[in-house]
């Protein structure tokens, strides 16, 4: 499935490809505020995490809930070797740092990989868990290599200036990110198409099967497991150079292996470019969203919800689906229904949103006073009109949806049918 | 080896489960380029007796030998590389890759091609056009790209065939190939099967006569986890102590499935 991606031929390839490297150079020269390339180096790192997390659980279907411990003890090794470089006990110029912390990521990999990839399935899901816990635990029993409570700090200038490049300024440092970004997600792809990549897959669908053809089973989710653990290195790595400070708390914690692996599947992890979708809605939430409301956790965890239930294979399979749509020629029988989905699908959050706010409003903000603003209508929490229009909204909303909702279910089953039928009389043919 | 090894030799072999023994000191020797069919009531232990050669269960005691090198108790991916190939009973394919990927896969590792993470699929000239190949053999060309999952049931079964034969093993087992399929189907399918194992050891366990008779040099009656007959498909018929163990109204059945053909 994941090559299905980019099958337009070569020229199709290099547009794609072209397209992406234009964007990584473009992106920042279009949005210029620091807080825009803060976000942006955030995207680049995560992305690669987010493609190194999805070898795992797209394309060899390991649930791994320890993603963070390879990028975590990249960022670590990369801080200390950045740390000795300085002092001048070793020579390890900035730009070559990520690679260090590709592979630690990879030698912890092949470390506790060995264990975890013994098993597949729910066992390898306790197991990557379990490894997780007890990494995260050892973080706090030797403080002189994690940092304690206040982390490892580094500055990251030091050094001669590579190719004028001191990477003091922040432009300097997405510049480092942007290659390491394209370069990586360039391998990673190519990854995928390889003899490897190829039995990764297959054993994902039928390990039994893949006994039975010659290989080891246990062997190719090893190896998996190994270069997903070294392009998290890198992008842990990436991260420590970025911020300049590293955090077992933060960087080994489980919920970060959750946060990868909810964004990986968000983005969508049947496709190769899913991701990278995945990466910068991370980022977009964990910024923007938090900065606009504080329950933006609760959100988060709906729209998961929701996706798991109504789109499992992420935003990438939603943008596939409709694509395939498009080329058929039958979009045009879908747009309406999609502005009324949208319209309905407004009413609703309107009306629910509000209500979360207001509950949130009333117990973390009652010293402000009862009166909160939600995208410019005031509410106030003591006011039962304000309460009772909330949730008429949301009911009303909500009843339009699932009318709007049942019917486009119904076009969607049409259209898919016929384009089902076409194929098979192509194949007929 | 100077004496001629057997291609497929049981001895004395036996497996227990628990209390219960399913295969209770099976001896079979199958030569090299026969074609056998396994046959047996329900429970008599034809299917353990394909986990047993392949790998998927280990004996409890007895030996099984492939072209005379002892292979019980290695694991399934090492017997496969030592030539020896299977199917299953229930349709066992990689449902999210494309009929071809299924195929190339299968050629992989007989190509040496192994876990390497350094080459393209698309530069590996030979195994591209094996599976190609294989895809023409098994008459699956206009499906090369749909996924497996989206075949038809005769469809997968064909491709359980393909991905068994892909890497070229001498000894092919297959566990009851034309199962749930059609008369018509399954006429066409034996036909298939005969093409594609030209020349290799074939085992098959079957519950149709129909296709014991049409595919089968030999025939070995397992009943209670013994072979108490092997033989060509006369004699077998014609011995009395299979007449006796084994229902002869499937052996009617049979010969009057052979008397149609």
Known sequence: MANSVVKSGPLGRVVVWGLFAVLLIVLPLLFRSSLALTMLSQMGYLVIICLSYNILLGQGGMLSFGHAVYTGMGAFIAVHAMNQATKGAIWLPVSLVPLVGGVAGMFFAALFGYVTTKKSGTTFAMITLGIGELVAAMSLMFPAFFGGEGGVTTNRTYGAPFLGLTFGPQIQVYCLIAAYCFVSTALMYAFTGTPLGRMLNAVRDNPERVEFIGYNTQWVRYLGFIIAGFFAGIGGALAAINFEIVGAADSLSSVRSGGYLLFTFLGGATFFFGPIIGAVLLVLASVLLSEITKAWLLYLGLVFLLMVMYAPGGIASLIMMNLRVAKSGKLARLLGWYALLAVTGALTFFGIAALIEMIYHMQLNEALGPVLSFLGIELNVKSAASWAGTVVVALIGLGLFELTRKRFALRWGEVQGEIEAAIRAREAA | ?261
């Open chain 2, 1 to 261: 080896m100077t004496t001629q090894a057997y291609a497929v030799e049981l001895k004395a072999l036996r497996k227990s489960f628990g209390k219960t023994e399913i295969i209770r000191g099976a001896d079979l020797a199958v030569a090299a380029g026969e074609r056998v069919a396994i046959i047996g009531p329900n429970g008599a232990g034809k299917s353990t007796l394909f986990n047993l050669i392949s790998g998927r269960f280990s004996p409890t005691s007895g030996e099984i030998l492939l072209n005379g090198q002892r292979i019980h108790g290695l694991k399934p991916y090492e017997i496969s590389r030592m030539g020896l190939a299977r199917s299953f009973q229930i349709t066992n394919i990689f449902g999210r890759l494309s009929v071809f990927e299924n195929l190339r896969c299968g050629v992989l590792w007989a190509l040496g091609y192994k876990y390497a993470f350094w080459k393209f699929l698309a530069g590996l000239d030979d195994a591209n056009q094996r599976a190609d190949e294989l895809l023409h053999m098994i008459k699956l060309d206009r499906k090369r790209d749909t996924l497996a999952m989206n075949l038809t049931y005769a469809e997968q079964r064909a491709l359980e065939i393909g991905i068994t034969i892909a890497g070229g093993a001498n000894v092919v087992l297959l566990d009851e190939p034309t199962a749930g399929m059609s008369k018509s189907e399954t006429s066409r399918f034996i036909e298939l099967i005969r093409e594609v194992t030209v020349g290799k050891t074939l085992l098959t366990v079957e519950h149709d006569m129909g296709v014991v008779f049409g595919l089968a040099d030999k025939i070995a009656v397992l009943v209670y986890g013994e072979v108490i007959a092997f033989d060509v498909p006369e004699a077998v018929r014609a011995n009395p102590r299979v007449q006796e163990a084994y229902l002869g109204s499937v052996l009617a059945d049979a010969q009057a499935a052979e008397a149609g053909h």
